[in-house]
């Protein structure tokens, strides 16, 4: 017979397999549930007539069939491979057998033959119907092919299964979102067994970071798997995720989406204040070394072994748990020193232009008629074409000046090398974003001086997290009398226990600028000043040294520029 999509599949009337040669009780349906194999069989051939399946030869006490039986096995009730028999031991006439299988009703799309192998012991054609060549859920038909030694060959209807669509729900457990982790719990239905469920979780809306996570099993029907956002870089955000199930038969399922929040606020750094041991592995168990007390290092995470919580750094990790530590909320900050003069003369507005360091540090002094300009030296004499005192000169003779000296001063247009004015500076620190550091060098300072001083810095903006910064202990006195919330610094060369006591009864938002190399043995009194919520700013530092002055833990390093993209 031709075999197609258009067929019916109909038994032919004249076949040897018709109802006619094989009679069937006429109460049965065309199609009998086999409940103990989990199937539908043809009932002509579900059974025999008489004695339900065959009957013993009375000659030699085998079984002989009396009609031809078919058998359709799910096996181990997984619909994963089926079992086909057709057994035609009452006839020795059929010389090939054919199962025709097919899931798709409408279309055949996945319908394919699967050629028997005939047990020649007991007669019995068998065929194994694997689920996976055919990846659908629904009713599948059967047919079988019977071909005799004459060539003829009769479709017969052979019989039914049902292969269930699995499913995969899942929820998502916020409870350990503070912890940077969530666990996803899945609840799995489906006759076969599972073969892979997987979870991909990402918090890109372009999926550009997407991880898939193995499922764990903890029971026959349920797994899980808990993302840390270690795997993320620690990255803060709304984590989306989704579970896929493919079972062992080639189905699968997919879970809806669900979403969780991770939003940790970490130290950038940490202060270990006692002895402790360092690993390289998460689990604490590989790699051990010691640190020493008042060790400063980098945290790029926070991570939990359940309830342990342990800071992950560049060097190792180290656990939290039982260790006293000073966590700082602020990496290193960079200040450029007067500018960023490898690129312009110094306290130029091109050096301010081009500072591109969080902080930018200026000297400030008072001319004749009491204005304010910024210049390091007490003359103009080294950095203009001019030369003086600026206490001797007014701002209209200062203005007639142009800086002449410093790196690449003969690139700059002269209308850019003017002797700024603190207004100057402040624009431009303001139009930058930059925060301002005015090293305060006068020493002869009259209350009126004070207040033009704070106004300026005020009304830019600047009352609150500017920095003024002094060797003159009265001038950070004064500004804090104004401007209570401003930052202050007081410079010194060296670094001592009675400095610490001074500048802590300056009040809030106070520190020390000290000069580095006298602070590279001092890391303890480095600590102790931080321990009262001092801050430490580096100066003079080379950039040979910015590690080790980030080992020691200073807060700020002021230098003649600073590292690519350190605003």
Request: charged fraction near 25%; aromatic fraction near 10%.
């Amino acid at each position: 017979m031709a075999f197609g999509a258009e067929d019916t599949f109909e038994l032919l009337n004249d076949s040897p397999f018709s109802q006619a040669n094989f009679p069937v009780n006429a109460y049965e349906k065309k199609m009998k549930r086999m409940n103990s194999d989990d199937v539908w069989l043809n009932s002509q051939f579900s059974e025999t007539l008489d004695n339900r399946f065959y009957q013993k030869s009375l000659q030699n006490n085998s079984i002989v069939n009396t009609r031809p039986v078919f058998r359709l096995v799910n096996q181990d009730k997984k619909q994963t491979v089926y079992h086909m028999l057709a057994d035609f031991t009452y006839t020795r006439d059929i010389e090939k057998v054919e199962f025709v299988v097919w899931g798709d009703q409408e279309n055949f799309t996945d319908r394919q033959k699967y050629t028997a192998a005939l047990d020649s012991t007991y007669q019995v054609w068998k065929a194994d119907v694997p689920i996976e060549n055919h990846k659908l859920a629904g009713r599948y038909q059967v047919l079988v092919l019977a071909t005799n030694k004459n060539g003829r060959c009769d479709e017969i209807e052979f019989g039914e299964f049902e292969v269930k669509q699995p499913t995969i729900s899942a929820k998502l457990d916020p409870a350990r979102a503070d912890k940077g982790q969530f666990d996803l719990l899945m609840e799995i239905n489906s006759a076969a067994d599972v073969e892979t469920i997987d979870v991909p979780v990402w918090s890109k809306e372009d999926k550009s970071d997407l991880k898939v996570y193995r499922g764990q099993q903890k029971s026959p029907t349920t797994y899980n798997i808990r993302m840390d956002y270690e795997d993320f870089d620690f990255q803060n955000g709304i984590y989306s995720s989704e579970a896929f199930f493919t079972s062992q038969n080639g189905l699968s399922a997919q879970s809806e989406m669900n979403q969780v929040e991770i939003n940790l606020i970490l130290p950038k750094r940490v202060r270990v204040l006692q002895d402790t041991i360092i690993y390289q592995d998460r689990a604490l168990n590989e790699g051990g070394n010691s640190l020493e007390r008042n060790s400063m290092l980098k945290v790029e995470g926070i991570v939990y072994n359940e309830e342990q919580k342990i800071f992950k750094t560049p060097n190792g990790y180290i656990s939290a748990d039982n260790l006293e530590v000073s966590e700082k909320s602020e990496d290193v900050r960079f200040v450029s020193h007067r500018g960023n003069s490898r690129v312009a003369p110094e306290n130029s507005l091109p050096a301010f232009q081009q500072a591109t360091t969080w902080g930018v540090e200026t000297d400030v002094r008072l001319t004749k008629d009491r204005q304010w300009v910024i210049m390091h030296d007490d003359s103009v004499d080294r950095m203009t074409n001019g030369s003086g005192l600026i206490s001797e000169l007014t701002l209209a003779e200062i203005n007639q000046l142009r800086i002449d000296n410093g790196r690449n001063v003969e690139s700059y247009d002269q209308s850019q090398l003017i002797v700024p004015t603190l207004e100057d500076y402040l624009a431009t620190i303001q139009y930058y974003q930059r925060v301002p550091l005015i090293d305060l060098k006068p020493t002869d300072l009259t209350a009126e001086d004070y207040d033009s001083l704070a106004y300026l810095i005020d009304s830019y903006g600047f009352g609150e997290n500017g920095m003024v910064i002094s060797f003159d202990y009265r001038h950070l006195q004064e500004i804090k009398q104004r401007l209570p919330n401003i930052h202050v610094q007081l410079l010194s060369d060296e670094l001592n226990e009675q400095l610490i006591a001074d500048v802590y009864h300056l009040g809030n938002n106070a520190g020390l600028d000290i000069r580095y190399d006298s602070i590279i043995s001092q890391v303890d009194l480095v600590t102790q000043a931080q321990s009262l919520g001092l801050k430490i700013n580096a100066w003079t530092i080379p950039k040979k040294e910015w590690k080790q002055a980030e080992k020691i833990g200073v807060d700020f390093i002021t230098a003649k520029t600073g590292p690519k993209n350190s605003g």
